[in-house]
């Protein structure tokens, strides 16, 4: 059996953080998104700006932003990258909010994580505010959509 090999370990097995120094700077872009399942009577109070917290919407989106940029705090072995652009879009459906996440830099490392980490806290801070309303909300379906640049180029969610 072949011995698999890990970016993350160095030759003894141990953690380290990945070299990308030598790796070209490319433009690069990455969507997450996530869904936060609740009532119709929860999105209504939010659509209406009634939940007593305050804006839903606004609160979540600059969580979302406010997270990417921290991302290399959070996840351990990420590299602290000088974001470009991070942009975070919330959707009311009828009992659910659709929340869509896109890091972009021109940089030597993927945003994959940064994108992924926006909307995982800003469907989170929707929870927060709205957990008076409904402590039964599902936080669902938290993925990649789509990335572009580095050396594995563009893939996109079939």
């Known amino acids: ?45 939010i659509r209406r700006q009634a939940v007593a917290k305050g804006d839903v919407l606004a609160v979540a989106r600059i969580a979302g932003i ?20 991070v942009e975070v879009g919330l959707v009311l459906g009828r ?20 994108a992924l980490t926006a909307a995982s806290v800003a469907a989170l801070t929707v929870y927060d505010m709205c957990k008076a309303l409904d402590r039964g909300m599902v936080i669902d379906g938290v993925r990649l959509e789509a990335k572009s640049g580095g050396r594995s180029g563009t893939w996109r969610r079939a």
């Not at 929340?99 to 490392?109: D, K, N, Q, V, W």
């Open 1 to 45: 059996m072949a011995k698999l090999s890990f970016t993350h370990l160095d030759a003894k097995g141990h953690a380290r953080m990945v070299d990308v120094g030598a790796k070209p700077v490319t433009s690069r872009s990455a969507t997450a998104s996530a869904v936060v399942h609740t009532t119709a009577a929860v999105v209504r109070a």
């Open 66 to 85: 406010q997270a990417a940029k921290r991302t290399d705090e959070l996840i351990p072995l990420c590299h602290s990258l000088p974001l470009d652009a």
């Open 95 to 114: 009992a659910e909010v659709r929340i869509t996440a896109t890091a972009s830099l021109a940089g030597r490392t993927g945003v994959e994580m940064e």
